[in-house]
């Protein structure tokens, strides 16, 4: 499978790195408005390919896009000093109405992948410009979220991250939904394993990982500006799951018909991935705070789709 990628800077080429070493695409093609940025990136991930797989890696323009069955969208424009996050918006919504218009003239039946930030906001503004349905236009939403969860929780109750069923809901942002009452290892709820194993979920220990999960961002950006290579390889891992028609369950970001009382919003939720894009969404059992928080995610995040000017 053909694989786009649209925008070629942290994020787009580290996605098209992780794609390469895991073998997953045929062919990644990148695209960017600095196009030299584009072929450096190519060259350099090219030369990687002999040690890692026999994904074929190009630069190019739109047309090159041509039969990709996924695009990934990561172009988007750095905040200014002093512009506000809606003002940010209007000028990255700029971008995706040319990326999306030029992606759908030459691929019309590729999934979109949307890594752009703010991203499940960029996922509707996606879904708008493009007019597909909503489970062909695919958010990275809080797939990292998830994985940072699990990891803390794994690292405490000393089991494998991917033996952990643990989500994280809502916006990919601060006002995302850690959902304690749902996390499980195997089939055990985390608060009985914990005690099983004298590694009890004390309210301390739950608000470390809470906040290294929320923060971990924040600490990544302080020590090196940026973050990409977590967020590149779930993207692989996304692409994989469609390539593969996997049905994987994974927290992206889709526009979602309802959640807690919201309509027609991107979030994330657990969501079945495969072939189609989206297949199916799971809603979680959640306990009465979490799905307070979630409704007040909805809202905020439905709030700044309506202030951003399309
Ligand atoms: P991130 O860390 O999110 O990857 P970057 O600034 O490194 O952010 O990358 C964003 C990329 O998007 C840049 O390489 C930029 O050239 C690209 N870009 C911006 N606008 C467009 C556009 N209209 N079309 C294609 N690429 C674009």
Avoid at 80 to 105: H, Q
């Amino acid at each position: 499978m053909k694989v786009g990628i649209v925008g070629t800077g942290m994020v787009g080429s580290a996605a098209a790195y992780a794609l390469g070493l895991r073998g997953v695409a045929s062919e990644v093609v990148l695209v960017d408005l600095d196009s030299a940025l584009a072929e450096a990136h190519a060259l350099d991930i090219a030369h990687a390919m002999p040690f890692a797989s026999g994904t074929s890696i190009a630069h190019g323009d739109y047309d090159r896009l041509q039969d990709a069955g996924v695009v990934i969208i990561a172009a988007g424009v750095a905040q200014r000093p002093g512009e506000t996050r809606t003002d940010l918006l209007g000028r990255n919504a700029g971008v995706f109405r040319t990326v999306v218009a030029e992606i759908m003239r030459v691929c019309p039946n590729a999934i979109l992948l949307v890594a752009s930030n703010p991203v499940d906001i960029m996922t509707q503004i996606a879904w708008v410009y493009s007019g597909l349905p909503a489970h062909r236009v695919i958010g990275s939403g809080t797939i990292l979220d998830t994985a940072r969860f699990r990891s803390l929780l794994g690292a405490h109750l000393r089991v494998s991250p991917r033996s952990i069923h643990a989500y994280v809901l809502g916006e990919h942002g601060d006002s995302q939904v850690l959902a304690w009452s749902g996390a499980r290892v195997g089939t055990v709820p985390i608060a009985l394993f914990g005690e099983q194993v004298s590694a009890p979920i004390t309210e301390e220990v739950r608000a470390k990982i809470d906040s290294e999960t929320r923060n971990a961002a924040y600490t990544i950006i302080k020590g090196k500006g940026s973050t990409y290579y977590g967020i590149g390889a779930g993207l692989a891992r996304i692409v994989g799951a469609i390539r593969q028609d996997e049905r994987a369950v994974f927290s992206v970001s889709s526009v979602t018909a309802f959640v807690e009382g919201v309509r027609d919003v991107a979030l994330s939720v657990p969501r079945v991935v495969g072939r189609q894009g989206i297949a199916t969404e799971l809603l979680p059992e959640l306990d009465a705070q979490e799905r307070r928080a979630l409704q007040q995610s909805a809202s905020l995040l439905r709030g700044l789709f309506e202030a951003a000017t399309l």
